[in-house]
């Protein structure tokens, strides 16, 4: 597939429909998220906490006027590495229409971008153990997996 040129930018309340859409769209997703409208309350909400928190930044790619990719970017301060800042890359999804068309490159490369603009020093990230494509994707993109990943799960 042609390489495809995608603008980024913050997303506003108007993109979490799409967020949502594009999170519900693989197999995963399918079964955690509800992309049914009217949106659940908890997406409209959970949005304004990261629009009112400075170090979180939920983004989108855009084509043509349509949103076509999203993340979210956490900036984390710490102490160890002598407080070196950490850029988090979460929920990385990108349109099934337009996956292999380079855009998820282009999006990473961007995000890291930002986090160096922040100051961070480490950029992290984590995925699904059952995603191979995805670590193979990451791995191509120059990340290591250098870490155990571990989550406990507080809800129902």
Not at 19 to 36: N, P
Not at 93 to 112: E, K, P
């Amino acid at each position: 597939m042609s390489e495809t040129t995608a603008s980024f930018r913050p997303a506003t309340a108007a993109d979490v429909a799409a967020i949502v859409g594009l999170l519900a769209d693989d197999r995963l997703g399918a079964v955690r998220e509800d992309a049914s409208l009217p949106l659940d309350e908890r997406y409209i909400q959970a949005f304004d906490a990261i629009e009112r928190d400075p170090n979180q930044l939920q983004a989108v790619a855009e084509l043509e006027g349509h949103v076509v990719g999203c993340l979210q970017l956490s900036f984390i301060p710490g102490l160890s590495f002598i407080g070196t800042w950490r850029g988090q890359i979460e929920s990385v999804r990108i349109h099934s229409s337009m996956r292999g068309s380079g855009l998820g490159q282009q999006m990473i490369t961007w995000a890291v971008g930002i986090c160096r603009e922040r100051g961070c020093g480490i950029v992290q990230l984590n995925t699904h153990q059952s995603r191979d494509d995805a670590v193979r994707f990451y791995e191509k993109l120059g990340f290591t997996n250098s870490h155990y990943g571990m989550k406990l799960s507080l809800g129902d």
